[in-house]
């Protein structure tokens, strides 16, 4: 029996779909930083981290997502966090310095 050229590209793309087919692992990330009021002086903007404001180190920062365990993290230097999540997930930091 011969098999037309249309029948085996049928065939054939779901099998290589399946083959190529990877799970995207979805993460949530983030900055914690030292938010510098406007004044005359500085033109910073609210809620957006500006070059003069400097990330705040240590802060821990939980992920809660729905139907799984928590997961943690502590901010680096720069005060970035990472957190590798497939859901939707609650965020809550934690664990702040003295001086804030």
């Not at 979805?26 to 914690?32: D, H, I, Q």
């Not at 705040?56 to 997502?65: D, K, L, R």
């Amino acid at each position: 029996m011969k098999i037309k050229q249309s029948m085996w590209l049928k065939l054939l793309i779901p099998q290589l779909f399946l083959l190529f087919a990877t799970v995207l692992q979805a993460g949530v990330s983030g900055t914690v930083f030292r938010d510098l009021p406007v004044t005359g002086a500085t033109l910073n903007t609210y809620g957006q981290k500006q070059a003069n404001e400097l990330g705040v180190e240590g802060v821990t920062v939980t992920a809660y997502p729905s139907g799984a365990a928590s997961v943690s993290t502590t901010t680096d230097a720069s005060g970035a966090w990472t957190l590798a999540t497939t859901t939707d997930v609650r965020i809550e930091f934690s664990g702040w310095p003295s001086y804030l």
